[in-house]
């Protein structure tokens, strides 16, 4: 096997790669073997006798399968968690969202005469209070109160 080491060295300065992604057709040594100037190696270049490897990244095969079962749910269990409740689901932000959605069934209700203003502006204020903790429990409480809801 012939020495090599300045053809790559060459090589690698005129691609500006590292050496370890220079490649030689070593059908062809000979050719290579005499090339000593920068020129030689760009020509060698040109005709595909030398060339760069392409760059490799991660592989994400791995990340893929763990991530498709992380969809359906698995390995998401208790063991996995790290943090408090309210770090993995900011509780300010869950509030708003359930008083919004209790705020939008109670105006509903007031607009589609199914309760009066007086109940509208009391079941509000209870709302706001955190009587209900969801939209089922002020649908339970409204039927409790003997007014038919949907």
Known sequence: MTDLSLQKRLAAEVLGVGLSRIRIDYE???????????????RLIKDG???????RRNSRGRWKLLHAKRRKGHRRGPGKRKGAKGARQNEEELWVYTIRKIRRYL?????????DKKTYRR?????????FRSL?????HLTDMGIQVR
Do not use: F, M, N
Not at 107 to 115: E, G, K, P, Q, S
Not at 123 to 131: C, E, I, V
Not at 136 to 140: C, E, G, I, V
């Open 136 to 140: 089922s429990d002020l649908k339970r």
């Open 123 to 131: 079941l509000y204020l209870l709302a706001k209070g955190g009587t």
């Open 28 to 42: 062809r040594v000979d050719e290579v073997e005499s090339a000593l100037r920068r020129e030689d190696v760009r």
């Open 49 to 55: 006798i030398i060339w760069a490897e392409p760059l």
């Open 107 to 115: 105006r509903w209700l007031r607009d589609h005469d199914v309760i």
